[in-house]
């Protein structure tokens, strides 16, 4: 990937390839997770903790190959009688339902799954080699490969399913004796045929087991998740007007008769409830680098175009917000309105309330946050900036161009600004005046 970042800590719709992966597994409800890591992979295993919080985690001294990888975790299966499950963290694009029917081959007496796919181009991947039954009988490698195997397009994705009683002692019989000199996982199944155990094949579409070894492969696997998420959406009762332009995330909650225009944005931790509509371009997130709150959308409400809704965003039932208007950690009631070019930040805004164009909730004193709350039917004129921590009592009035540093009482009009003096005559002498001196 030529990053600092690990290559499974690397995100796909705002989770990371890993949580993808531990999301589809925790679907299966396993008795344990075991996840097994590099030595100094401690940012690995704090990721893993956060998607599966009773994961286990094992390191793997040395990068002696898939079996040795798998034998890290003999702790966790040494006398474990059900299937195990094997995986790979740079797989998320694996769905529930692919490891269900592979628990299903088990369930009809094989002893081993292996999930395989139909390769566009299999140059690279371990082929998937069967009799005229079609049961599974190896796996070569790439590099250990015949020519005449190399043909083939049936290719090994890498996950396994076991039902096999000592499968720690099956690995330890694995040897190298391959090109690489490591430990391959795949040797294990000519060693449970030898056993009697059968072994079958579960296939998938490739895009499944799209494997992410750099930034191309990551845009990639981003593409085919959004486009399998809009799917979801617009069958789910959302209108997408141009699907391919919105972009969702692993979280996202959208309801029926959601109307989203071209080019939004969706970040994590957000919620959009029933008939709302948000118009062309806008960005969304409820978390960033500083928090994990929630953005929510509720019913009836209007965003947009050109909004931004940040970590804390509560935009309520039948609310407009316009263009050009952010608003972050604030709760805005059922009806208010800001139209145009706004900041509301930190803050309450009652019901009914009117925000009028270029408002400014100023907030951050440079060392701390603090609030602004706006009654139920305030109208704050255009223009203004509120310094918080101030308070807008139920159906005030504050002029337009004020800044307001003082709470106002209810149905009080506020007037923060220099008094207008206007001196007839003054233009036309001073354009006179410059005139001469030109």
């Known amino acids: 990937m030529r990053s600092t970042v690990p290559k499974v800590l690397h995100k796909i719709a705002g989770r990371s390839m890993l949580g ?13 997770l075991a996840l097994v890591i590099g030595p100094g992979m401690e940012d690995v295993a704090a990721e893993g903790r956060v998607a599966a919080p009773a994961i286990e985690t094992f390191i793997q001294a040395e990068r002696r190959g898939t079996a040795d990888a798998v ?29 269900e029917r592979m628990r299903g081959a088990l369930d009809q007496g094989a002893g081993v799954a292996v999930l395989g796919f139909e390769a566009a181009d299999p140059t690279g991947y371990g082929r998937l080699l069967t009799d005229a039954s ?28 076991f039902r096999v009683p000592d499968l720690v002692g099956l690995l330890r019989r694995i040897v190298a004796a391959n090109a690489s000199g490591e430990l391959y996982l795949t040797d294990a199944i000519e060693l449970a045929l030898g056993e009697g ?26 593409a085919i998740w959004q486009r399998r998420r809009r799917q979801q959406v617009m069958l789910g009762g959302a209108t997408l007007v141009a699907p391919e332009t919105v972009w969702l995330s692993y979280d996202t909650v959208i309801g029926r008769d959601v109307v989203i225009e071209p080019n939004v944005v969706i970040g994590p931790g957000v919620t959009i409830e029933d008939g709302v509509t948000l118009h062309a371009n806008c960005y969304m997130a ?15 409400a ?57 408002t400014i909730f100023c907030n951050y004193d440079g060392f701390e946050k603090h609030r602004t709350d706006v009654g139920a039917g305030v109208f704050i004129g255009s223009n203004s900036a509120l310094v918080a921590p101030v308070k807008i009592g139920d159906g005030a009035y504050v002029a337009a161009g004020s800044t307001i540093t003082k709470d106002v009482p209810a149905d009080a009009l506020a007037l923060g600004r220099a008094q207008q003096e206007t001196r007839e005559g003054w233009a036309a002498k001073y354009r006179a005046r410059r005139q001469r001196r030109k």
């Open 134 to 161: 079609g049961a599974l009988v190896a796996i070569r490698e790439h590099a250990d490969a015949s020519e005449a195997e190399r043909q083939l397009r049936l290719c090994n994705a890498g996950v396994m399913a």
């Open 302 to 358: 209007i965003v947009g175009p050109y909004a931004r809704m940040r970590p804390g965003a509560d935009i309520g039932p039948d609310v407009h917000i316009g263009n050009f208007v952010e608003v972050k950690n604030a709760t805005i009631e059922a009806g208010a309105k800001a139209n145009h070019f706004a900041y509301l930040g930190d803050a309450r805004v009652g019901t009914g309330a009117n925000i009028g164009a270029g």
């Open 71 to 99: 034998l890290a975790a003999a702790p966790a299966i040494e006398g474990h009688k059900g299937d195990v499950l094997v995986l790979y963290g740079d797989t998320p694009l694996l769905t529930a339902t692919t490891l």
């Open 286 to 300: 409820g978390h960033d680098d500083k928090r994990r709150d929630t953005v929510v959308i509720r019913k009836g």
């Open 20 to 32: 993808h992966v531990l999301e589809v597994v925790r679907a299966l409800t396993p008795e344990r």
């Open 197 to 222: 155990y059968g072994a079958r094949v579960v296939t998938c579409d490739e895009d499944e087991v799209l494997g992410i070894n750099d930034r191309a492969q990551l845009a990639a696997a981003e």
